[in-house]
Nanobody, 124 residues
Framework: QVQLVESGGGLVQAGDSLRLSCAAS????????MGWFRQSPGKEREFVAA????????YYADSVKGRFTISRDNAKNTVYLQMIRLKPEDTAVYYC?????????????????WGQGTQVTVSS
């Protein structure tokens, strides 16, 4: 069984930066694809970024391209989401997800394992 724990969220001002972490336990996730999704009140969960297992191909939502960077440290079994130039519309609960071979890296339904989420609030 895989457990994912997110951390690093908080309250920041527009233009600030944050780095989210997702620590995995239960098994090595070096060959797993990892994704970050977010959900705001009243909205559906949306894709933010993903990184594949193996070669580490990365995928980003258009809304975060150039501002967010996903990376992984397999030795620490941890995935990161570096966020810069944050905007109020980035406010959401951010979730980490993992799957060995998601059919679609951008589809939340393709991931089997989820963390509990971490709140990111960006004030204007």
């Amino acid at each position: 069984q895989v457990q994912l724990v997110e951390s690093g969220g908080g309250l920041v001002q527009a233009g600030d930066s944050l780095r989210l972490s997702c620590a995995a336990s239960g098994r090595s996730l070096s060959t797993y694809s990892m994704g970050w999704f977010r959900q705001s009140p009243g909205k559906e969960r949306e894709f933010v970024a993903a990184i594949s297992g193996g070669v580490g191909s990365t995928y980003y939502a258009d809304s975060v391209k150039g501002r967010f960077t996903i990376s992984r440290d397999n030795a620490k079994n941890t995935v990161y989401l570096q966020m810069i130039r944050l905007k109020p519309e980035d406010t959401a609960v951010y979730y980490c997800a993992a799957d060995y071979y998601p059919s679609d890296h951008k589809d939340s339904h393709a991931y089997d394992y989820w963390g509990q989420g971490t709140q990111v609030t960006v004030s204007s």
